[in-house]
């Protein structure tokens, strides 16, 4: 069976220090990746995703940025964060069969908590 | 831009009542996706609706597609507090991406 890994659960760092997130993904080959920020109670809106390695798409200009050194892994970066960086960021993972509603469904990882002070 | 409004926003009910969550948009989805999220954690898929008038009922709960596939329902019959968490709906477009609605909170209160 497939399952998503996402860590750190927690993170606090403070202003102007990098970022580093990581998602891994098991039991598949090639899948679309994703990188999603959430407001508290709110919907998702998506930073970032990925249909193959090296092939990264970016949805909104942020200070953050995402790379995929390989099939199964997506990370999310930054340089120097903002206060307005904190939130709850989420890994996700769907299949790459076009054109099949069950290449629309996403699975989540269980997200990281970041705080930026 | 695909967009999706959701509503409402908030809900807090009773346990044993019923509830409807809709889900509108102006443009047409391929497929359409309900999602129920807890706290810290991340959304666990509850259902896929793809053929417009498409009817599914997961125990307590029936999701609807509209006709023209633009918008979606979700119902739940005599709820419980165990259902309380961020309920949200996805649109699936011609991209590999999901537009996602703004989420509806739901309390059942017990």
């Known amino acids: 069976s497939q399952t998503i890994h996402q860590w750190p659960a927690t993170l606090v760092q403070p202003v102007g220090s990098p970022l580093s997130l990581e998602c891994t993904v098991e039991g598949t080959s090639n899948p679309n990746l994703y990188w999603y920020r959430q407001a508290a109670g709110r919907g998702l809106q998506l930073l970032f995703y990925s249909v193959g390695i090296g092939q990264i798409s970016s949805e909104v200009p942020q200070n953050l940025s995402a790379s995929r050194p390989q099939d199964r892994q997506f990370i999310l970066s930054s340089k120097k964060l903002l206060l307005s960086d904190s939130g709850f960021y989420l890994c996700?993972?769907?299949?790459?069969?076009?054109?099949?509603?069950?290449?629309?469904?996403?699975?989540f990882g269980a997200g990281t908590r970041l705080s930026v002070l | 831009t695909q967009l999706l409004e959701q509503s409402p926003q908030f809900l807090s009910i009773q346990e044993g009542e019923n509830l409807t969550v809709y889900c509108n948009s102006s443009?047409?989805?391929?497929?359409l996706q309900w999602y129920r999220q807890e706290p810290g954690e991340g959304p666990v898929l509850l259902v896929t609706v793809v053929t417009g008038g498409e009817v599914k009922k997961l125990k307590r709960l029936t999701f609807q597609f509209g006709d023209a596939r633009k918008d979606s329902s979700l119902h739940i019959t005599a709820a419980q507090p165990g259902d309380t968490g961020l309920y949200l709906c996805?649109?699936?477009?011609?991209?590999?991406?999901?537009?996602f609605g703004s989420g509806t909170q739901l309390t059942v209160l017990p």
């Open positions: 996700a993972w769907s299949t790459n069969r076009a054109k099949s509603p069950a290449g629309n469904i996403q699975y």
């Open positions: 443009s047409v989805f391929s497929s």
């Open positions: 996805a649109g699936a477009g011609s991209a590999r991406q999901l537009t």
